[in-house]
């Protein structure tokens, strides 16, 4: 079955790096949409980054270009989330989701409805 494995959260500082990571198995990772979500108290989930193995395209969100980096490790069908220059407003569960067989791009990739499949979450909080 489909398992997505997320790892790396933690508190940090504002300012600080965090890196999370995303183990994948159950599909074909080489041919899935891999992306970030992540949602803080009442507030809905948004898409933070994506990426589709098949071409390396990559989705960042407006509130994170420039300080996260998402990319992919195909050996470990694993997928990163370099987080960097945190912010307060960066604290939130952040979860993997995957979307297999499926090629999204630009703002499309941000949307929760297009992913089958969701992590289980990792906890992010920065602190001023």
């Known amino acids: 079955q489909v398992q997505l494995v997320e790892s790396g959260g933690g508190s940090v500082q504002a300012g600080g790096s965090l890196r999370l990571s995303c183990v994948a198995s159950?599909?074909?990772?080489?041919?899935?949409?891999m992306a970030w979500f992540r949602q803080a108290p009442g507030k809905e989930r948004e898409g933070v980054a994506a990426?589709?193995?098949?071409?390396?395209?990559?989705y960042y969100a407006d509130s994170v270009k420039g300080r996260f980096t998402i990319s992919q490790d195909n050996a470990k069908n694993t997928v990163n989330l370099q987080m960097n220059s945190l912010k307060p407003e960066d604290t939130a569960m952040y979860y993997c989701?995957?979307?297999?067989?499926?090629?999204?791009?630009?703002?499309?990739?941000?949307?929760?409805?297009?992913?089958?499949?969701w992590g289980q979450g990792t906890q992010v909080t920065v602190s001023s």
């Open positions: 989701a995957a979307a297999p067989g499926t090629y999204l791009y630009g703002s499309i990739s941000s949307q929760t409805r297009q992913y089958n499949y």
């Open positions: 159950g599909f074909t990772y080489s041919r899935a949409t």
């Open positions: 990426i589709y193995i098949g071409n390396m395209a990559t």
